[in-house]
Nanobody, 124 residues
Framework: VQLQASGGGLVQAGGSLRLSCAAS????????MAWFRRAPGKEREAIAA????????YYVDSARGRFTISRDNAKNTVFLQMNSLKPEDTAVYYC??????????????????WGQGTQVTVSS
């Protein structure tokens, strides 16, 4: 499985970005797909996740209401729509995938596959 993240960039506070994670290598039925981020000086943290089959979504409190995770089954792509961005959202964003992970553990850094990261910078 290969994951290719894109869509990062520089945006002003209050702006929006949409990140994409193109997945290839196999079918993703049963997978959990997630977005993590790592801010300068901080550990990598989970932001949101989605189950590929059922489309169930999960968010951390700081993302709920501002970020939306979704998937396009036909394109094998997962998206993270980020609105009302804040300077504290500045980080490298990573997508992750795992076929065995229980959705209950979506926040944990146990995913078998990781993308290369895309930089998001929010200016004040």
């Amino acid at each position: 499985v290969q994951l290719q993240a894109s869509g990062g960039g520089l945006v002003q506070a209050g702006g929006s970005l949409r990140l994409s994670c193109a997945a290839s290598g196999r079918t993703f039925s049963g997978y959990v797909m997630a977005w993590f981020r790592r801010a300068p000086g901080k550990e990598r943290e989970a932001i949101a996740a989605i189950t590929w089959s059922g489309g169930n979504t999960y968010y951390v409190d700081s993302a709920r209401g501002r970020f939306t995770i979704s998937r396009d089954n036909a394109k094998n792509t997962v998206f993270l729509q980020m609105n009302s961005l804040k300077p504290e959202d500045t980080a490298v964003y990573y997508c992750a995938a795992d076929e065995s992970l229980s959705p209950a553990n979506w926040r944990r850094r146990l995913y078998a596959c990781w993308g290369q990261g895309t930089q998001v910078t929010v200016s004040s």
